[in-house]
């Protein structure tokens, strides 16, 4: 029996160190992960204070920064995997779709209509989402490492209020201001006939995304308010599974 206990004690110590390494494994990567964000969506801030005081004008602030851009708001993909194997508890669909729509904002809209590069709605939008990334990826950094600024999680749940409205007004006027070139280019578009037999157009596909934000964007909007009165107002709020 003593030898029985014995064994049985070992293994659960066994386990539990596999568990405490594993955990360190994971939260060393978040932090290196979180940190690389916040150094990389700093570089981009810098980048486009010195370009506006250099040239005194947001004309090619876009162009100056859009492979910094595309790599970084790209490698937020990893996020979703974050999600999907349950190394952060976090909603997949939540993640996907925040990340997927800027990914999509950034390479098959703002990227592809040198057109619109310059328009006043994309520097709207790349302010809101800078702002936005450095506070975000501070906040999980300092979380991480057990040291959390009081206003940097004020920060976190407050800035979005303005932020994120701001944030969607920037992106409908950039994809609405793209309309007009997409439409006279035929861009992305298919036509009849084809050897696919498939028709798309574009045009009416961006629509539709500008569409989309009718019910989608209430929805993120509100779930980050129930995030905001759980983590500064300590509310229990029970959410339904996505």
């Given at each position: 029996m003593a030898s029985s206990e014995e064994d049985g004690t070992v293994e659960e110590k066994e386990n539990n160190n596999k568990k405490r390494t594993k955990s360190a494994l994971i939260t060393a990567w978040l932090t290196f992960y979180n940190i690389a964000m916040t150094a990389g969506w700093l570089v981009l801030a810098i980048t486009m204070m010195r370009f506006y005081i250099q040239k005194g004008t947001h004309k090619g602030l876009y162009r100056s920064i859009a492979r910094t851009l595309k790599f970084f708001q790209t490698f937020a993909l990893v996020e979703v995997g974050h999600c999907a194997v349950g190394i952060v508890r976090t909603s997949v669909i939540v993640t996907g779709v925040q990340v997927c729509s800027r990914i999509y904002m950034v390479w098959f809209i703002t990227s592809s209509i040198r057109q619109i590069q310059n328009e006043e709605s994309v520097i709207l939008f790349l302010v809101v989402w800078t702002v936005t990334e450095i506070t975000r990826y501070?906040?999980?950094?300092?979380?991480?490492?057990?040291?959390?600024?009081?206003?940097?999680?004020?920060?976190?749940?407050?800035?979005?209020?303005?932020?994120?409205?701001?944030?969607?007004?920037?992106?409908?006027?950039?994809?609405?201001?793209?309309?007009?070139?997409?439409?006279?280019?035929?861009?992305?578009?298919?036509?009849?006939?084809?050897?696919?037999?498939?028709?798309?157009?574009?045009?009416?596909?961006?629509?539709i995304v500008m569409?989309?934000?009718?019910?989608?964007?209430?929805?993120?909007?509100?779930?980050?308010?129930?995030?905001?009165?759980r983590v500064l107002h300590g509310e229990v709020i029970v959410e339904k599974d996505d």
């Open positions: 501070s906040y999980y950094t300092f979380n991480l490492l057990h040291h959390l600024p009081y206003f940097i999680k004020w920060a976190r749940y407050n800035f979005f209020i303005v932020l994120y409205p701001l944030g969607v007004v920037g992106e409908l006027l950039t994809i609405y201001a793209a309309l007009p070139f997409v439409r006279r280019s035929g861009m992305y578009s298919m036509r009849l006939p084809n050897k696919y037999n498939v028709s798309f157009d574009y045009y009416y596909f961006l629509i569409l989309s934000y009718i019910p989608l964007f209430p929805q993120l909007y509100l779930h980050m308010l129930r995030q905001r009165r």
